[in-house]
């Protein structure tokens, strides 16, 4: 059965896992280790069971419903990082990263830039920042539109990978986000619609653990590579990614719901999530090399026992 399980169900696992054993190292409250490591073993066992049931049956259906289970976990794990934030903040990163973001924003004239157009550039981006959460099933819903539903789990190990891995690494770096550390301080001046629905929706299923790095960021760059690379055939897909990834990414630091070494290290588990893509690609290509040399070796031996028998029948 373990053959059967895909790579992007591994990734699921070893996330899963490593929280559990995160649970009991980290100072947290007492019930929290004992209810993660019980809910996270259920998960792991549901994705065990689906996996089975699909190697029994070997239904489309079923085998659809497997591409979207990543989506929700992600969701979930978001949400489970949430309950390892620390008791209490001593804001020691925030206050060196302010200082950066200061100069970007200020120094640089990132923020006047961006008003130059009045409300327009502005409502952009907070709709863009709104728009990560779409990101997923969108790309998802293009492998199906373009035929090419084989290479989902390619998509999904590489867009796992770039959210995940941003997940993994709030617990070692303890941090609020500057719209709370720092309330009213380089704000916007225009405060758009868009804006108060973004900040209505991190008001209320936010979490206090970290933002470093950013898992919106991280997983924008993480999809728009991963369309980039497995639909080649749809290449305004890829490219619509990247420029959403990039108006995402200015959106975290404009908006302040990060800061920009966040943004920034979001992007560069972006392309860990690509590098360690293409490692496992080649691995399954020369995998599949060697069994198609292995299959040639055993029919060119079959051959040869053919002609031998012939030979020897002839001779008799």
């Known amino acids: 059965m373990w053959r059967e ?10 996330y899963f896992t490593y929280a559990s054993f995160m649970g009991w190292a980290l ?10 490591s019980f809910l996270n073993l259920g998960i792991v066992a549901a994705l065990a069971l ?11 259906l079923l085998s659809m419903v497997r591409d979207w289970v990543p989506l929700p976990l992600m969701l ?3 949400r489970e990082m949430g309950w390892f934030a620390p008791s209490h903040h001593t804001y020691a990163l925030e206050k060196t990263w302010i200082v950066w973001d200061r100069v970007l924003l200020h120094d640089w004239g990132l923020k006047a830039l961006i008003e130059l157009s009045g409300s327009m550039l502005p409502s952009i981006l907070e709709v863009s920042y709104s728009l990560v959460y779409a990101i997923g099933p969108f790309c998802m819903a293009m492998y199906y539109v373009a035929g090419r539903r084989e290479r989902m789990d ?11 891995l941003s997940y993994a690494q709030f617990p070692f770096w303890p941090s609020e986000p500057p719209r709370t550390v720092f309330p009213g301080e380089d704000f916007p001046s225009l405060n758009t619609v868009f804006r108060q629905f ?12 970290s933002v470093f790095p950013s898992a919106h960021v991280s997983a924008a760059f993480a999809a728009a590579f991963g369309m980039m690379c497995f639909l080649p055939e749809r290449r305004w897909v890829g490219r619509l990614l990247l420029l959403l990834a990039i108006s995402i990414a200015t959106a975290t630091v404009y908006g302040r719901y990060h800061y920009a ?13 690509v590098g360690l893509s293409r490692v496992a690609e080649r691995r399954k290509k020369a995998v599949i090399s060697r069994k198609q040399r292995a299959d040639d070796a055993d029919h060119f ?16």
């Open 5 to 14: 399980v895909r790579r992007s169900e591994w990734v699921l696992v070893a």
């Open 27 to 36: 100072d947290v409250r007492a019930p929290i280790p004992l209810i993660t």
């Open 50 to 60: 689906v996996v089975y049931a699909d190697s029994l049956r070997r239904k489309r």
């Open 76 to 78: 979930l794990a978001y």
């Open 154 to 164: 390619n998509f999904l190990y590489l867009f796992l990978l770039g959210t995940l």
């Open 198 to 209: 973004n900040q209505a929706l991190l008001g209320g299923y936010g979490i206090h653990t």
């Open 261 to 273: 070494v966040d943004a920034a290290a979001g992007f560069g588990v972006s392309l860990i999530a």
């Open 301 to 316: 031996d079959d051959g040869d026992d053919a002609r031998e028998h012939g030979s020897s029948h002839d001779e008799v």
